[in-house]
């Protein structure tokens, strides 16, 4: 079941979705979904590699307290 889809930029501008990235993952993280899953966006220069560097962190195992 999908939670809720997310683009960060329907134009395909980067620095648009550069803007959105982080709102973007702080609502998606608060939806309470079990699973997240992102595509690669743009390409790996400026900031599609900012992007998706990002996006790697965001997908890295959290520790727990």
Same mark, same amino acid.
């Given at each position: 079941?999908?939670?809720? &889809? +997310?683009? /960060?930029?329907? #134009?395909?501008?980067?620095?648009?979705?550069?803007?959105?990235?982080? *709102?973007?993952?702080?609502? $998606?993280?608060?939806? &309470? +979904?079990? /699973?997240?899953? #992102?595509?690669?966006?743009g390409d790996r220069t400026g900031?599609?590699? *900012?992007?998706?560097?990002? $996006?790697?962190?965001?997908? +890295?195992?959290?520790?727990?307290a």
């Amino acid at each position: 079941r999908v939670v809720r &889809g +997310a683009s /960060l930029s329907d #134009a395909g501008d980067e620095i648009q979705a550069a803007q959105r990235l982080f *709102a973007a993952l702080r609502a $998606l993280d608060d939806s &309470g +979904a079990e /699973l997240i899953v #992102a595509e690669p966006w743009g390409d790996r220069t400026g900031l599609g590699q *900012a992007i998706a560097d990002r $996006l790697g962190r965001a997908a +890295a195992p959290r520790r727990t307290a």
